[in-house]
């Protein structure tokens, strides 16, 4: 089946560096990517969506100047959180929309867990 | 805009009983269409069933079943036999493909299979 691979798993950084992770889809092309944030016990909540070979599009309320994303092949697209501060600290998940037989579905990452100290 | 409703943040069952999920959403699409996910302790997001608006016979797989009613737009979602690895966060989700292929999201259930 389809596997879309995050990594790292989890990351520690200090506050004010960036921090990158890389969402791949193994086995199939992914035109459009997107990226989550989900906070404990809540649900996901969309940053944006990132289309290969053009701009991303931002959820309202998300600065792209500080969630950068990049989809710069069929099989990958990374979000990088630039000078991270505490309140950046979340679980991040990428997932690719994924044209199987029966039809549409999406797979997920398995999540990056981002901790800024 | 469409929108997903989990009105049970929280459920729990004994083990080898059966318990239902609701949602409902709200869209003016005729094509679209629905998921539950499931996350478990890892935080993976596991597709669980889904459903196209499109086919009138109630998805299954396996234990799952989802009972869709298209009028009354809900989509439950129940679980035969329960087992402890149920024990997950589970999440309705909805998709048109008129729309801007983003998945919208329930806020979910916390469901707790007790042995």
């Known amino acids: 089946g389809a596997v879309v691979s995050q990594h790292p798993s989890w990351v520690i950084c200090k506050s004010g560096t960036s921090v990158k992770i890389e969402c791949r889809s193994l086995d199939f092309q992914a035109t459009t990517m997107f990226w989550y944030r989900q906070f404990p016990k809540q649900s996901l909540m969309l940053m944006a969506t990132?289309?290969?070979?053009?701009?991303?599009?931002?959820e309202q309320g998300v600065e792209k100047d500080k969630f950068l994303i990049n989809h710069a092949s069929l099989t990958l697209s990374t979000l990088t959180v630039t000078s991270a501060h505490p309140e950046d600290s979340s679980f991040y998940i990428c997932?690719?929309?994924?044209?199987?037989?029966?039809?549409?579905?999406?797979?997920f990452g398995s999540g990056t867990r981002l901790t800024v100290v | 805009a469409q929108t997903v409703t989990q009105s049970q943040p929280e459920m729990s069952v004994q083990e080898a009983e059966t318990v239902t999920l609701s949602c409902t959403y709200d869209t003016s699409e005729s094509n679209y269409y629905l998921f539950w996910y499931k996350q478990p302790p890892s935080r993976q997001m596991i597709l669980v069933i889904r459903q196209e608006a499109y086919k009138q016979q109630n998805a299954t797989e396996n234990r799952f079943s989802v009972n869709f009613q298209k009028a009354a737009k809900s989509f439950s979602l129940k679980i035969s036999d329960s087992q402890l690895g149920d024990t997950a966060m589970y999440f309705c989700a909805f998709f048109s493909q008129g729309g801007s292929e983003k998945l919208v999201f329930g806020k979910g259930t916390k469901l707790t299979v007790n042995p």
């Open positions: 997932s690719a929309i994924n044209l199987g037989q029966g039809g549409y579905g999406y797979t």
């Open positions: 990132s289309n290969e070979g053009s701009k991303a599009t931002y």
